[in-house]
C-alpha cells in the first residue's frame, strides 16, 4: 500500500503499513517491555522536576504516543527524561515553591512553551539551529548536570531534607551535615533498590531491573509497614520555637491566599476598565501600580515562607503523650521534659500549614489519583512567560539534542533515514499535547530507547502501545504504588544517570582541539556554579563555543609555501624550504570575510616585505570557502597596493563560490582572466616559464601591471 507523498508528510506514521500480525507481535512485547520500565522512571523524573510522583504517568501517557506517530525514528523512546526533568526543577524553583499547585502549573505551561518552540523550528526547517550547541557544550554540561541530578537524590537517600537556595552547592553542604540523622530503613530501601538493579543489569540484563527492584521494595515497604505518618495542630507542638515558625507560617500562607485573590480581582477589573475606557486611561495606570504592589507583596512573602518552610523541614522532633486524651505532643529532639517519655521514633514536618503533616517514618509515593489526567488549555500566566522564555529555549535545544542524537544512533543500526525536522515536529506535539493533559516537558530517553530496540521494536506502534500501558496503569494499577518509597525512586534515578557521566568525553574533546576542551570545561565548571539555575550554565558554554570558533576564524593558519623534491607545494617553514627569486606563494587556509580580512591583508604583507626580490605573489586559494563584501575589498586594495610596487598577484585554486563574488562584484573582469588559474601548478608553470624565456630582466618586470 503507498500513500501519496503529501499524505506521508502530515501523517508519518502510515511509513508502517502495510503492518502485519509479525510486526504487532514484536512491537507489543517491546511495547510492554518499555511500560515496565517507564512507570517507575517516569514517577522518579516527576519528582526530579519538583512536582508529585503521579505527574510522570500523565507526561508519559499521550506525549510518549504522540512523538512515535509524528516523529521520524521508528524505535526513539520519547518521555520524562533526567535531564529535561532537572532544568524544569531549576528553571521554577526562583518563582514558586517546589510541588506547590502555581509550581504544577507553571511546569505544564513551560511544556507547551518548549512545544510551541519545537514545532515553529520544525514547521520551519530549522532544525539546524541546534547545531549552536556543539557537542563539547553538551558533553560538559551533561556531566555536571547527572552529578547535580545525583547529588540532588542524595537526601531521599538518606530520608533526611534538603534545602532550595540559589546555591546548590549550598544546599548539598546542608544534607552531608545532617549525615547522622540518616533514617536507616531509608537508606536500606535504596541500597537493597540499587543492588538489584545493578545486579540485574550485570547478570540478567534481559530482565526489567527497575521493575524488579520497585516490586520488591514495594512489597517490603507495604509489610514492614515502612510508613508513619502523623498530623499536629501548632498547639501540638511543644517546641516555642517551632511554634512560632509554624504559627507565622500559617499566617502568611492566609495572606499570599489573601493577595492571590486580590490580584485575580484587579486583573478582572482591569480587563473591565480596558474595555470600556480604552488603553490608555488615567484610572488603568493607577490600576496598574496597584496590581504591580500586590504582586511585589506577594513574591516578598512567598520567598519569606520558602525559607521559614526550610528552617521547618530541619527540626527532628520527638513524640509525647502528655494529655489525658492521649493527644501527642511534640518537642524538638533533645528538648523533651524530663518527666515526659516518648514513642522511640523521631518525627520531622513534611508539609507545614495550620494543621502540619509530620513523618515517623520512610516516605512513600502515597495515594496515586485513579484514572486520566483532565484535558484542558494550560493556565498561561502572561507575567511569566518572559521569565522563562530563556529556559524553555535551552530545554528545547537540549532535550531536541539528546532525541535526535539517539534517534541517529539508532538508525546506525537499524539503517533508517532520520529526519531532524521531523523529529523537532514530533517532540514539539508530544511537548503541546502534553501540556494539555498536565505532562511537563519530555524528551527522548536513552535508556528506554535502548530497552526498546533491544526488545525487538520494528515501528514505532511500539510506542503507541507503551502509552496504552501507562493508560492501563493509570485507570486499574494506581493503588499498587502506594508503598513504593520515595528513596526507590531516588535509586532509579541514581542509577540512570551514572551511564551519563562520561569524563573520558571531555578528554577526548580536549584532544581533539584545546578549543573544544576549554568549552567543555568551562561549561561543567560554570553549570556547577550557577546551579540550581543550568541554563545559566550552558548559555555560558554556548557562547564561549561560539566565541573561540570567532577567535579561530580571526586568525586561520597562512602558509608560505615552497617546492618540495618531489615538485608538490609545501609548508616552506616546516620542511625547511628556500624562498624563491622569482614567486612568493602563500595558502590561506580558512573563509575570507569581515572577520579576518585584516589579519589576511596583514599576512600578505608580511610575505611579500619577507622575499622583496620575488616580482609574483601567487595566492593559493583552495584553502578559501567563502568570501564577502569586505574579503573582496580588501583583495582590490592588495592587487593596486602591489602594482605599485611592482609585485603581480596571482590567484589560483578559487572555489566556484569565490569566483563567483569576483564575478558579480566586477573584480574579476577588472583583473583580467590572464590572472587565475585552476591550479597552483598551472600558475607556476607559467611564471617560471616566463622566467625562462624573457630572461631575468623580463621575468622580474610584472606583466599587466
Keep these: 500500500m503507498t500513500f501519496p507523498p503529501l499524505l506521508q508528510r502530515a501523517l508519518p506514521f502510515l511509513r508502517w503499513f502495510p503492518y502485519s500480525g509479525t510486526l504487532f507481535r514484536a512491537d507489543f512485547i517491546a511495547g510492554l517491555t518499555v511500560a515496565l520500565v517507564l512507570v517507575p522512571q517516569s514517577m522518579a523524573y516527576a519528582q526530579l522536576a519538583g ?42 524553583a526562583p518563582f514558586a515553591a517546589v510541588g506547590s499547585e502555581h509550581f504544577v502549573s507553571l511546569a505544564i505551561m513551560l511544556a507547551l512553551m518548549v512545544g510551541i518552540i519545537q514545532l515553529a523550528l520544525g514547521v520551519f526547517k530549522l532544525g539546524v539551529i541546534v547545531n549552536f550547541l556543539s557537542h563539547p557544550v553538551i558533553v560538559g554540561f551533561t556531566n555536571a548536570a547527572a552529578m547535580i541530578i545525583g547529588l540532588s537524590q542524595v537526601n531521599k537517600m538518606l530520608g533526611v531534607p534538603i534545602g532550595r537556595s540559589e546555591h546548590f552547592i549550598q544546599d548539598v553542604w546542608g544534607v552531608a551535615k545532617q549525615v547522622g540523622d540518616t533514617h536507616l530503613p531509608t537508606l536500606a530501601m535504596g541500597i537493597v533498590a540499587i543492588a538489584i538493579m545493578w545486579t540485574i543489569r550485570k547478570y540478567r540484563p534481559k530482565l526489567p531491573g527497575v521493575l524488579v527492584a520497585v516490586a520488591v521494595t514495594t ?43 486580590q490580584i485575580t480581582a484587579k486583573t478582572t477589573e482591569l480587563q473591565a476598565l480596558h474595555k470600556a475606557l480604552g488603553e490608555h486611561a488615567r484610572e488603568e495606570v493607577t490600576f496598574n501600580y496597584e496590581l504591580e504592589l500586590l504582586k511585589l507583596q506577594l513574591k516578598d512573602r512567598e520567598d519569606e515562607n520558602r525559607r ?61 489519583p485513579e484514572g486520566l489526567p483532565s484535558v484542558g488549555v494550560p493556565k498561561i500566566s502572561w507575567d511569566m512567560i518572559g521569565s522563562l522564555i530563556s529556559a524553555a529555549i535551552v530545554i528545547s535545544l537540549v532535550g531536541f539534542m539528546e532525541a535526535i542524537s539517539i534517534a541517529k544512533a539508532i538508525a546506525a543500526k537499524t539503517r533508517q533515514k532520520i529526519d531532524p525536522n521531523q523529529e523537532l515536529i514530533g517532540q514539539g506535539l508530544a511537548n503541546i499535547v502534553g501540556s494539555f493533559t498536565k505532562g511537563f516537558p519530555v524528551s527522548g530517553s536513552f535508556s528506554r530507547s535502548a530497552v526498546n530496540i533491544n526488545a525487538g521494536a520494528v515501528t514505532g506502534m511500539s510506542s503507541v502501545l507503551t502509552g496504552l500501558f501507562v493508560l492501563l496503569t493509570l485507570l486499574f494499577l ?9 528513596a526507590v525512586l531516588a535509586a532509579v534515578i541514581i542509577m540512570a544517570v551514572i551511564g551519563l557521566i562520561n569524563f573520558s568525553a571531555v578528554k577526548h574533546a580536549w584532544h581533539a582541539n584545546k578549543h573544544d576542551g576549554i568549552a567543555a570545561v568551562v561549561t561543567f565548571v560554570a553549570t ?42 609545501r609548508d616552506a617553514k616546516i620542511n625547511n624550504l628556500p624562498a624563491s627569486d622569482v614567486v612568493t606563494a602563500v595558502r590561506f587556509d580558512g573563509r575570507l570575510y569581515f572577520a579576518n580580512v585584516a589579519y589576511f591583508e596583514d599576512a600578505i604583507l608580511e610575505a611579500v616585505a619577507s622575499n622583496p626580490q620575488a616580482p609574483y605573489l601567487l595566492v593559493v586559494g583552495d584553502g578559501i570557502n567563502e568570501l564577502d563584501a569586505s574579503g573582496e575589498e580588501v583583495i582590490h586594495h592588495l592587487v593596486e597596493r602591489l602594482n605599485s610596487i611592482g609585485v603581480v598577484m596571482l590567484f589560483a585554486g578559487l572555489k566556484k563560490q569565490v569566483l563567483d563574488v569576483m564575478q558579480a562584484t566586477g573584480l574579476h573582469a577588472l583583473l583580467g582572466e590572464k590572472r587565475f588559474f585552476s591550479t597552483a601548478d598551472k600558475a607556476l608553470r607559467m611564471i617560471y616559464s616566463r622566467a625562462e624565456n624573457l630572461g631575468e630582466d623580463d621575468a622580474l618586470r610584472p606583466r599587466g601591471a
Excluded at 525514528?73 to 532544568?87: C, I, W, Y
Excluded at 502523623?230 to 507560617?249: C, F, S
Excluded at 556554579?529 to 541554563?535: C, E, I, K, Q
Excluded at 545559566?536 to 570558533?549: K, P, Q, R, S, T
Aim: charged share 20%; hydrophobic share 40%.
Design 51 to 92: 512536582l508529585p510522583a503521579y505527574y510522570g504517568l500523565y507526561a508519559g501517557f499521550l506525549p510518549v504516543m504522540v512523538a512515535a506517530l509524528w516523529g521520524s525514528s521508528n524505535q526513539l523512546g520519547t518521555g520524562p527524561v533526567a535531564v529535561a526533568s532537572l532544568l524544569t526543577a531549576s528553571s521554577l
Design 219 to 261: 512489597t517490603a515497604s507495604w509489610m514492614l509497614g515502612f510508613e508513619r505518618n502523623a498530623t499536629a495542630t501548632v498547639e501540638q507542638i511543644g517546641d516555642t520555637e517551632a511554634k512560632t515558625l509554624l504559627t507565622e507560617y500559617a499566617r502568611i500562607e492566609d495572606r499570599i491566599k489573601e493577595l492571590n485573590d
Design 308 to 368: 521559614r518552610n526550610r528552617a521547618i523541614r530541619s527540626v527532628v522532633f520527638e513524640r509525647t503523650k502528655v494529655s489525658d486524651d492521649g493527644t501527642p505532643q511534640y518537642f524538638a529532639e533533645g528538648r523533651v521534659p524530663a518527666d515526659q517519655q516518648t514513642d522511640g521514633g523521631r518525627w520531622r514536618i513534611i508539609r507545614a500549614g495550620a494543621t502540619s503533616k509530620l513523618s515517623g517514618g520512610g516516605e512513600v509515593v502515597g495515594k496515586v
Design 478 to 486: 494506581t493503588p499498587l504504588l502506594y508503598h513504593l518509597p520515595q
Design 528 to 569: 556547577l556554579a550557577f546551579a540550581p539555575h543550568l541554563d545559566n550554565g550552558i548559555m555560558v558554554g554556548a557562547g564561549l563555543a561560539i566565541g573561540l570558533y570567532l577567535y579561530r576564524t580571526m586568525s586561520p593558519r597562512v602558509a608560505i609555501l615552497g617546492r618540495f623534491h618531489d615538485g608538490s607545494l
